[in-house]
Nanobody, 122 residues
């Protein structure tokens, strides 16, 4: 059915940049929400950014001004550009999709990617 695959994580120094990608495959009839979450060691998973149907982004206060969420609908891909990275940004980043994926059942389902590790050194 629907699958999300993240990529682009890695090890960077503080102040550096990374761009994460999330590629969706399968049949999607209606998207309710798309976003990026992250989970640091010993912490709960938190919402980092979402993108609206109009393409505008919403961000957690901790990343506002540094991260940018965008999409390429033709490639079924959502990106998270991360600039001015801090050690506090370290964690596993997950792509999330809330979407209707069946033509016969209108309720949406929630999908998660496998996660990609981001490590920011001091």
């Amino acid at each position: 059915q629907v699958q999300l695959v993240e990529s682009g994580g890695g090890l960077v120094q503080a102040g550096g940049s990374l761009r994460l990608s999330c590629v969706a495959s399968g049949t999607i009839f209606k998207i309710n929400a798309v976003g990026w979450y992250r989970q640091a060691p010993g912490k709960e998973r938190e919402l980092v950014a979402t993108i609206t149907s109009g393409g505008s982004g919403n961000y957690a206060d901790s990343v506002k001004g540094r991260f940018t969420i965008s999409r390429d609908s033709a490639k079924n891909t959502v990106y998270l550009q991360m600039n001015s990275l801090k050690p506090e940004d370290t964690g596993v980043y997950y792509c999330n999709l809330d979407a209707v994926t069946s033509s016969s059942w209108p309720r949406s389902n929630v999908y998660w990617g496998q996660g990609t590790q981001v490590t920011v050194s001091s």
